[in-house]
Nanobody, 120 residues
C-alpha cells in the first residue's frame, strides 16, 4: 500500500500564493505520474496539473501561467506552486500518484485532500 500525505493548504487573499506538497510513502517500487485534482462545492472534480517521472508537465487552461507543478523523485513528493490565486481557485485539492505494483500494473493512490480558500 502507498500513502499520500498533503500539506500546505489554507486561507489567503486574492493575488497571494500558496504551495501544496504531497509526499508518498509505503511500499513503493516506482511512481509514474503524479498530480493534482481539485473539487469545489457543487462541482465535479477537475484535473489541475500532472507531471510524469521524467518531468513532463501538463496544466489545465484555467491555471496556466499561475500554477506550476514539480516533483522530487528522490523524495516521492509532488508540489503545486499556486500564484496569483483567485476566488474561483477555492476548492479541496487532492494529489494522486500512479504507483507500480509487483505485477507491473499500476494503481492510483489519493491524498486525503487539503482545503484552499481564496477570499476576494
Amino acid at each position: 500500500q502507498v500513502q499520500l500525505v498533503e500539506s500546505g493548504g489554507g486561507l489567503v487573499q486574492a493575488g497571494e500564493s500558496l504551495r501544496l506538497s504531497c509526499a508518498a510513502s509505503g511500499r513503493i517500487f516506482s511512481i509514474n505520474s503524479m498530480g493534482w485534482y481539485r473539487q469545489a462545492p457543487g462541482k465535479q472534480r477537475e484535473l489541475v496539473a500532472t507531471i510524469t517521472s521524467g518531468g513532463r508537465t501538463d496544466h489545465a487552461d484555467s491555471v496556466k501561467g499561475r500554477f506550476s507543478i514539480s516533483r522530487n523523485n528522490a523524495k516521492n513528493t509532488v508540489y503545486l506552486q499556486m500564484n496569483s490565486l483567485k476566488p474561483e481557485d477555492t476548492a479541496v485539492y487532492y494529489c494522486f500518484a500512479d504507483s507500480r505494483n509487483v505485477d507491473l500494473t499500476y494503481s492510483r493512490y489519493w491524498g486525503q485532500g487539503t482545503q484552499v480558500t481564496v477570499s476576494s
